[in-house]
């Protein structure tokens, strides 16, 4: 079965196994506005917790993607390379990269749905 978390910059890691899909969240999108580009890692590349592995850029602005949790990158999501526009349909569907987790303890420090839906609404009020 398949858990969710997500993370202080906005990234969740949906988890099955050793495998994990990471993406930007609802509240990510949507505070960013219409995404024009996705710049992602390659498979094969190490990607470390707490450090950036790509962007996403808006009309708006532009923001770097936070690993929220270690691993070797397993596939990219390449409709993203001819759609970025996908992330704001659906971002849980339309996940950035996945990974095979090097550390399964990392999901410790992250938020539950939970958790996360109150992060959002402190960050929303301030």
């Not at 498979?43 to 770097?64: L, M, P, T």
Request: charged share 25%; net charge negative.
């Amino acid at each position: 079965m398949s858990k969710t978390f997500f993370s202080k910059t906005h990234e969740y890691v949906t988890v099955d196994g050793e495998n994990a899909v990471i993406g930007i969240s609802d509240f990510a999108q949507k505070a960013l506005g219409n995404v024009v580009y996705v710049d992602m890692p390659e498979e094969g590349d190490e990607i470390e917790a707490g450090e950036d592995f790509g962007a996403v850029e808006s009309v708006k602005a532009a923001s770097d993607l936070i690993a929220p949790v270690s691993g070797e990158v397993i596939e990219i999501n390449e409709a993203l390379e001819e759609n970025p526009r996908l992330v704001n349909e659906d971002c849980m569907a339309n996940w950035i990269i996945k990974v095979k987790l090097s550390d399964p303890s990392q999901l410790d420090d992250l938020m539950d749905a939970e958790a996360y839906a109150a992060f959002c609404a402190s960050e929303a009020a301030h």
